[in-house]
């Protein structure tokens, strides 16, 4: 089933991310088609950003930051060795509920292969995955919350190119992600290639921002310094979003003012 939006692109109105209902984001769906299994993407994930999180000390990031962070709980995992909280800034009101209860009542079964992943690529993970959890805060709120310089540490994944058809929205979400960090902090994130606005189920379309490498380097640039994008390729056990792969993206907030 194609998921895309069918709409004839000429006709339709860029939409941004105020014009969707996250509340209603569709979490038991979105976990179904994307969560319930370790897909290869997740795999190439997970070994890209174990990398970034073993290259520092248990414990030397006081607080990380995941923006938009979802119903996805690796990226959370990930960073329970070096920080010593990570605040999951959500801004929906499905997901947050959905983490509140991962956290407090543990995390579901489904995601222990996720975590035995991460453990085995940083063995300074805690032995559980609950314990590698408690150091997440879940903070209701969204880009325009974030307190600049805040961060060690920011990661972001399928996030700007998946809420907005609105590049210059697209753009700011990028700029804030970036702003963040400390000076001198260090970035994080996934992008779904080329995606469309898409579905999940046969729920509403949902607004998307096709975006390739030469779009992120355009817009990651000028705002910070060692940048670099690596590429998985398509992966075909998904549902067809549209997309035509993963980037992953490292960076840092350069020591002076970022770039606006």
Known sequence: MDRTDPRPRAEHRAR?????DWNAWPVVDYLAENY?????CDVGVIHHHSAVYRSYAPAALDRTLELGAGPN????MLAGAASRRVDALEPSAANVRYL??????????????????????????PESCADALSRVRVVPG????????????????????SVTEDFDEFTA??????????????????????????????????????????????????????????????????????????LLLTAERPEGPAGE
Not at 36 to 40: D, I, K, V
Not at 73 to 76: A, K, T
């Open 173 to 246: 979400l990028c700029a804030a992600f970036v702003r963040s960090v400390r000076p001198g902090g260090r970035l994080l994130a996934s992008f779904m290639e080329q995606m469309p606005s898409y579905r999940i189920g046969t729920g509403p379309v949902w607004p998307a921002c096709p975006v390739d490498e030469a779009t992120l380097r355009g817009v990651f640039a000028l705002r910070t310094t060692g940048l670099r994008i690596v590429r998985l390729a398509k992966d075909r056990t998904l549902p067809e979003y549209g997309d035509t792969g993963v």
């Open 16 to 20: 941004r991310n105020r014009d969707a």
């Open 142 to 161: 969204t880009a325009d919350d974030l307190t600049p310089g805040r961060y060690d540490l920011a990661s972001m994944n399928f996030v700007a190119e």
């Open 36 to 40: 319930r299994r370790l897909h290869p």
């Open 73 to 76: 709980l690796y990226p959370l």
């Open 100 to 125: 509140r209860h991962q956290l407090v009542h543990g995390a579901d079964d489904s995601w222990q292969p996720f975590y035995a992943l991460c453990r085995s690529l940083d063995p300074a993970l």
